[in-house]
């Protein structure tokens, strides 16, 4: 038994229990390793759940928690060694594909659109959507967490795109138009 809660605390301290991907501390120490050791060029992808506060204050925070997992379901899917996915806040997640250069990372966008394309057939209620971005770091002296920054804002500007397409405010839970 103890064996068991040791196993299991060193689990959670590695991953984020609702989505069972990789959690934020794990993902602080990978990224520094990955900058210490390479590979390189190192790709980061940012995602961000489309959605979820509305999906939390139209129908529950378990509706919420399932789009959490579902998200946590594609990531996986999506995320063959050695890339890891984490899921580093409460709707942002994270993939670093070291050894993968900025074509692979928009092909892993483009997985990822299909394996939610494909989730979302399988799952009535509110649909699953990410806004994602990616940068790539060639290991010639830039620090990852830069690398990191532009593939935020990258995702920022995919993110305001899904917001205007869908010409609703991601503050408001009502559709209408942009504040």
Do not use: W
């Not at 934020?24 to 990978?30: I, K, M, N």
């Not at 390479?38 to 509706?63: I, R, S």
């Not at 009535?124 to 959507?129: F, P």
């Amino acid at each position: 038994a103890r064996k068991k809660a040791e196993s299991y605390l060193e689990f959670l301290g590695k991953h984020d229990v609702l989505t069972q991907l990789r959690n934020r501390a794990y993902f602080e120490d990978e990224l520094s390793r990955l900058e210490r050791k390479g590979p390189f060029p190192v790709t980061v992808v940012v995602m961000d759940l489309n959605g979820l506060k509305a999906a939390n204050d139209e129908q529950g925070h378990a509706a919420g928690d399932a789009l959490l997992r579902r998200a946590g379901e594609v990531l996986a899917k999506a995320a063959d060694k050695p890339v890891c996915a984490a899921r580093i806040g409460g709707d942002e997640f994270v993939m670093l594909m070291p050894g993968a250069d900025e074509a692979a990372g928009l092909r892993m966008i483009e997985r990822v659109q299909s394996l939610v394309e494909l989730n979302n057939q399988f799952y009535s209620g509110a649909t699953l959507s990410l806004s994602m971005g990616c940068a790539t770091a060639s290991g010639n002296g830039e620090r990852l967490e830069a690398t990191v920054s532009r593939a935020d804002a990258r995702m920022y500007e995919a993110k305001r795109d899904f917001y205007v397409a869908a010409q609703r405010d991601r503050r408001v839970t009502r559709p209408g138009p942009l504040n």
